[in-house]
């Protein structure tokens, strides 16, 4: 049992290149998330999706893209990256229900130069 | 808008002090999540209270959810340096929905 895995680790970008964030997880949740994590701004909600093939925005969804075509995959892409989109990526899931309570993937560190 | 704010945003203590981080809202949550993150990896689960006026507690550490269900607390007694990192909030609003709330974090650094 895996939990929530990430790939990759890290990764550094030219400005408009693109790619692709994998998330997966073997818990069988509903609900997967896609967060940013910037010095002193805690986490910030990118994009969601509460079940296979649905997708909602967050509160920073600019320049994302996701999308969620099995249940246990949650792919987030940058399309054209920009310097602003420099941070670490987290992927979290949870099961369906009134529990909040996430389960995070080890994340991801991008570098866009 | 709904925020969660923690304070202190930093804390530098010796080894065997006690400390207390604090999460306030002017909401109201179905439940509120405490995590701990270690540099380099995901935020961990540590603890979910969801009735008013909840205490938990987990080794050293004691978790309050407020009577009103608006804000909570962790305190930590004698510290340790395992204790160091970056501690969130997190918390699901009454209202319901999909989204958590998270607060900026308390970076804790305990000195041997």
């Known amino acids: 049992n895996a939990g929530v895995t990430q790939t990759p680790k890290f990764r550094v970008l030219k400005t408009g290149q693109s790619m692709t964030l994998l998330c997966a997880q073997d818990m069988n949740h509903e609900y997967m998330y896609w967060y940013r994590q910037d010095p002193g701004m805690g986490l910030r909600l990118i994009h969601y999706s509460v079940g296979e093939g649905t997708t909602a925005k967050g509160e920073v969804p600019d320049g994302y893209n996701v999308s969620r075509l099995k249940k246990q995959n949650f792919l987030l892409g940058l399309e054209s990256a920009a310097p602003s989109q420099t941070s670490v990526y987290f992927c979290?899931?949870?099961?369906?229900?009134?529990?909040?309570?996430?389960?995070f993937g080890p994340g991801t560190r991008l570098t866009v130069t | 808008t709904q925020l969660l704010e923690q304070s202190p945003q930093f804390l530098s203590i010796q080894e065997g002090e006690n400390l207390t981080v604090y999460c306030n809202s002017s909401s109201v949550f179905s439940s509120l999540q405490w995590y701990r993150q270690e540099p380099g990896e995901g935020p961990v689960l540590l603890v979910t209270?969801?009735?008013?006026?909840e205490v938990k507690k987990l080794k050293r550490l004691t978790f309050q959810f407020g009577d009103a269900r608006k804000d909570s607390s962790l305190h930590i007694t004698a510290a340790q340096p395992g204790d160091t990192g970056l501690y969130l909030c997190?918390?699901?609003?009454?209202?319901?929905?999909?989204?958590?709330?998270f607060g900026a974090g308390t970076r804790l650094f305990v000195k041997a």
């Open positions: 997190a918390g699901g609003l009454a209202t319901g929905g999909f989204k958590t709330i």
């Open positions: 209270v969801v009735t008013g006026g």
């Open positions: 979290a899931s949870r099961p369906a229900g009134s529990s909040y309570e996430q389960y």
